[in-house]
């Protein structure tokens, strides 16, 4: 007998048919496809030990952070109301509002993953903290160092 893997509950499937993409703005799947190894989930990595990386997201209005992927346990918390669009691997766009001091957790299983991009829809910038666990099953992503905040030197 076959035993089937459950997911975790917010692993997000890649839709295999290029069809279910067709309604997203034109070079958006072509995008989302050749970003599938892109673990910057943020503008800025501010923060990394061990287990977890913290990040700063902003997001301008009309502009759209680029496609990622999350393979481990994360929550983000939005530090300003603001209004998003989110396009997923599945296909699904989704049109959320976003209030000050909202947070969201999600939690992924092996070879569990959400591929996705956000868009600023609003009329204000965006901003949001992620704290990803990358101590978990999936082993975390690479992220380049250009991606991470440089503390200035300081005189000692």
């Excluded at 030990?49 to 994360?74: D, E, Q, S």
């Excluded at 901003?127 to 300081?154: K, S, Y």
Aim: proline share 7%.
């Amino acid at each position: 007998m076959t035993q089937t893997r459950a997911h975790g509950p917010d692993h997000v499937e890649m839709n295999p048919d290029p069809a279910a993409f067709a309604h997203w703005p034109d070079g958006l799947y072509q995008e989302m496809l050749q970003s599938r190894d892109n673990g910057c989930v943020g503008s800025i990595l501010v923060s990394e030990t061990p287990t977890m990386r913290v990040w700063h997201l902003h997001i301008a209005p009309g502009k759209r952070c680029g496609f990622h992927r999350h393979v481990n346990r994360y929550f983000w918390t939005a530090m300003v109301d603001g209004k998003a669009r989110g396009y997923f691997s599945s296909g699904e766009i989704r049109d959320v509002e976003h209030y000050k001091g909202e947070t969201r957790h999600f939690d992924y299983g092996k070879d569990d993953e959400m591929l996705h991009a956000v868009e600023n829809i609003g009329d204000t910038e965006l901003i949001f903290t992620t704290v990803e666990f990358i101590d978990g099953p999936n082993a975390p992503l690479p992220i380049p160092d250009h991606m991470r905040l440089n503390a200035p030197e300081t005189a000692h």
